[in-house]
């Protein structure tokens, strides 16, 4: 009886990790904190929390590449929560590091971190990229000697992703987004989850670098057949090819 009822209970929480993926619910910029949007909390507060990271639905992947729900996350099937723009914008000096505080994240779910930007060419409150191509890559990293950049790296930071703000960005409003990829059922498309997070910030400076071409949208930065999107884990040895444009070093 014992035994039945403590199997019974190694096996839900077994299937509480397998579900339980994972967003960013801390942003930190110096040694200012930035509470995430967080999902299973903030819809029912009243009044709802204001914060700087676009809402989601939950912890749950995107995994149609041609889905808006690729640019901030969303639900399509319920209106796309990650096309809503955020109330509030965070201060940051170009230059500076931002620190991004993941949830709990599945050691299953190996794979590559990316961070992207766009610049709002108007008030970031009210703005939605839609499927323009605006987004520039700022990091990248995926398979290295230290493992794989959502999981081992990640683990290794205490759930703590570090990128630079580009030291020479022109000072303006831009949402920063940030995704990981998790490749354990990338074998074929759709395989591939995707767990994008859109912040708003205002970048202060005195820099004048933006990037001009080579901008991409999302969707579309991405296609089924982009290298990186499917790929299997398991058995392949090669270096993996993190998908998206090259990172943009204008602004270094
Ligand atoms: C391993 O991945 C690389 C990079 O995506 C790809 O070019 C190659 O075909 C893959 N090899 C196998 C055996 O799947």
Redesign the pocket.
């Known amino acids: 009886m014992f035994t039945a009822i403590a199997s019974l209970l190694t096996l839900s929480l077994y299937l509480l990790s397998v579900n339980a993926h994972g967003y960013v619910q801390d942003v930190q910029i110096g040694s200012t904190h930035y509470t995430g949007y967080l999902p299973y909390q903030d819809p029912y507060m009243n009044p709802q929390p204001q914060r700087i990271i676009r809402k989601i639905p939950g912890n749950g992947p995107i995994t149609d590449v041609k889905s808006i729900d690729m640019q901030c996350n969303g639900n399509t099937a319920g209106g796309s929560p990650g096309t809503s723009p955020a109330p509030l914008v965070a201060k940051v000096a170009a230059g500076s590091d931002v620190k991004l505080t993941w949830t709990t994240w599945p050691e299953s779910h190996k794979g590559p971190a990316l961070t992207y930007m766009a610049r709002a060419p108007s008030d970031i409150t009210k703005w939605n990229p839609g499927t323009s191509a605006v987004w520039f890559k700022v990091a990248e990293a995926g398979k290295t000697s230290a493992g794989w950049a959502a999981t081992d790296v990640l683990y290794a930071n205490n759930h703590v992703y570090t990128f630079k703000i580009p030291p020479k960005l022109k000072p303006g409003q831009y949402i920063i987004r940030h995704e990981l990829i998790a490749l354990h059922e990338s074998f074929g498309y759709p395989g591939s989850q995707f767990y994008p997070s859109c912040i708003q910030v205002e970048v202060t400076g005195s820099g004048t670098a933006l990037p001009t071409s080579g901008l991409v949208s999302f969707p579309g930065a991405y296609t089924q057949s982009s290298?990186?999107i499917?790929?299997?884990i398991y058995?392949?040895?090669?270096?993996?090819?993190i998908p998206g444009p090259a990172v943009w070093k204008g602004g270094n």
């Open positions: 290298p990186g499917v790929y299997n058995t392949n040895t090669s270096a993996y090819p």
